[in-house]
């Protein structure tokens, strides 16, 4: 008899609704997490800048009307502290701190059939049993720290926005060196420009960035919005980026440049990366319908950075807008104007080593105090791969996945009984709205446990036949639009020798929920029951 009904691995957004939508379904619950804190993502990247680029009213639990009322954002996009203190709210309302366990690495997990349950390995080495095995251990959580040269010869501290320590890093009067432009480099480097003496950025692939227009959550504001909130969000699940947003409806090769202007000139004004990208049908679909929308991002760079080579240096050029994440900030091409900010292109002239006092590219040696790698992340299978997890006949998850992940529903994998992935590979997860798709999840995998249970089954594997036609119509879907042609973290780019792969579903929040809950309705059809 196994210890416990459910296994949680992590303690993010996915882990504590997991806790808590399986306590609720009477079942015994517990988490293990590897940091000394919950909050995942909102844990450990506490770097100032750290913010979220979904409004504080999408990203945040639906689960409880009640919760819904009684907390309050202070922000449009609230800032890391914000989300992590809600967090901790949350865990403490619905009184799940008994069932998480906090700095505990699960390093093992194996299937055993004759009991039909999970043994997890945890850093320490001690076991615990459970029947089903959850894994939330976050899309984005396993950083990369790229294999630099010299890197311990480096005299200086150095950090990676992923890691960042409780007690900050002092930049003031510092000669600081960023690498990396992706989000949470386009986050970090005004706040430590503004601090330090001079600040080094180092960028291969610039991306593009739209304006927040982050402002204060006026009280009235948020009781108006707040009344409604219920059909808000049933509105939310269904739509396709789990945040509604309204567009024109009209491909934009259709229109009058003109016209086009003016509205991406309105959407621009109101701030936000999604109401842009998704103004007109075809931007993420057709490569002249996406270079109009790059285009208008490329000509807002210009008018706000003041040296035209830095500017054209900031343009993205090598990939359609939207492929890589877009990045939102209201300060960082501004911030190139400043006379202590200089912008390295290290595309031309790549990072060969690092120094005692610096970095050494192809051609120049850069002076630096400390050092900030704002370089990602092993996304979507990273943190998964760190585990090793053995399901059916020993398969390792690893070896089973090598080519790239195969899943069904991004929930389970054939060979590998009773295991479910909060936003795996092959489901939605980054490209939406993600606190949305974790609740869809949990909700999912907690209806289909009840399930199993009420019908006497003890075993639920995912088939060979139902996960080949899942990833092939995954595939098939993400081969439609533009997001394969860039070299992102989306499809593995970032990591040396990991498979070319996009494993995320876009076909949409609201088609995929409707394909779960077809799943469910049919029996979980594409399941073996036992
Ligand atoms: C800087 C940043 C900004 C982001 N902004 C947005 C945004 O604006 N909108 C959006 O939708 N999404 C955003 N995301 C994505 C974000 O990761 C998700 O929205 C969400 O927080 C994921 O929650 P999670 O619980 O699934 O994963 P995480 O928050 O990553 O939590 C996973 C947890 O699992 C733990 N863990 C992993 N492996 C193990 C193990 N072997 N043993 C024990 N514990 C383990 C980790 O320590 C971590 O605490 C952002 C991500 C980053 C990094």
């Known amino acids: 008899m196994a210890e416990l009904d459910v296994g949680v691995v992590g303690a993010g957004f996915s882990g504590i609704y997991a806790v808590h939508a399986f306590l609720e379904a009477g079942l015994t619950v517990r988490a293990f997490e590897a940091g000394d804190g919950i909050g995942g993502t909102w844990y450990w990247n506490r770097y100032p800048g750290a913010r ?5 009213k999408d990203y945040s639990y639906s689960f409880s009307p009640e919760l819904e009322q009684e907390w309050s954002w202070s922000e449009r996009y609230p800032a890391q502290p914000e989300v992590l203190r809600y967090l901790t709210f949350v865990a403490g309302k619905f009184g ?13 997990a194996s299937w055993d059939a004759g009991p039909a349950c999970w043994t997890v390995t945890t850093g320490d080495g001690s076991t615990v049993t459970a029947r089903f095995l959850v894994s939330a251990v976050g899309c984005l959580s396993q950083y990369q720290v790229p294999d630099l040269p ?3 010869t480096f005299e200086g501290p150095w950090y990676h926005t992923a890691r960042w320590p409780g007690g900050g890093v002092a930049f003031a009067g510092q000669r600081g060196g960023l690498v990396g432009t992706g989000a949470p480099g386009v986050q970090r480097a005004p706040q430590s420009a503004a601090a330090a003496a001079h600040l080094s950025v180092f960028q291969r692939t610039p991306s593009f960035a739209v304006p927040n227009r982050n402002r204060p959550w006026e009280e009235s504001e948020e009781l108006a919005f707040k009344a409604g909130y219920r059909a808000y969000r049933a509105q939310a699940r269904e739509s396709f980026l789990g945040v509604p947003v309204p567009g024109t409806g009209r491909p934009i090769l259709g229109e009058p440049p003109e016209a086009v202007e003016a509205h991406l000139t309105e ?18 679909v057709d490569r002249a319908a996406n270079e109009v929308v790059a285009e208008f991002l490329r000509d807002r760079i210009r008018e706000t950075v003041a040296d035209p080579a830095v500017a054209e240096l ?13 990045c939102q900030s209201d300060d960082y091409y501004a911030m190139f104007n400043a006379g202590n900010v200089t912008l390295v292109d290290i595309r031309a002239s790549p990072i060969e080593s690092a120094y005692p006092g610096g970095i050494k590219t192809a051609t120049d040696s850069y002076e630096l105090d400390l050092l900030v790698f704002a370089t990602g992340f092993d996304a979507l299978t990273g ?11 020993g398969a390792a998850l690893r ?29 939605p997860s980054v490209f939406s709205n993600m606190v949305l798709s974790i609740e869809q999840h949990v909700e999912w995998i907690r209806d289909f446990v009840r399930y199993l249970d009420a019908a006497g089954y003890t075993t639920a594997e995912a088939t060979a036949a139902a996960q080949d036609a899942w990833t092939e119509h995954v595939t098939e879907v993400a081969y439609g ?31 995929y929920r409707a394909k779960c809950d077809e799943v469910a309705a049919g029996g979980y059809q594409g399941f073996d029951l036992s």
Not at 483 to 505: C, E, H, Q
Request: aromatic residues 10%.
């Open 52 to 56: 979220c680029d979904v409004e504080s």
């Open 96 to 108: 799940l701190w008994p069932h998480i366990q906090l700095g505990t690495r699960v390093t093992a």
């Open 150 to 152: 010299g890197l311990g």
């Open 267 to 284: 959407r621009w004004r109101a701030g936000g990366g999604m109401p842009l990208l998704g103004a007109y049908t075809d931007v993420l």
């Open 314 to 326: 900031l343009c993205p050029r090598t990939y359609p807008v939207g492929a890589k994440r877009l």
């Open 383 to 393: 943190a998964l791969f760190a585990i090793d997890i053995r399901g059916a006949d």
């Open 399 to 427: 070896d089973e996945w090598a080519a790239g992940p195969k899943t069904f529903l991004g929930v389970a994998a054939h060979r590998f009984p009773n295991l479910f992935i909060v936003t795996g590979p092959g489901s």
């Open 481 to 511: 639009t533009l997001f394969p042609l860039a070299d992102s973290w989306y499809v593995g780019a970032n990591i040396p020798g990991k498979p070319r792969v996009l494993t995320s579903y876009l076909g949409g929040c609201g088609p």
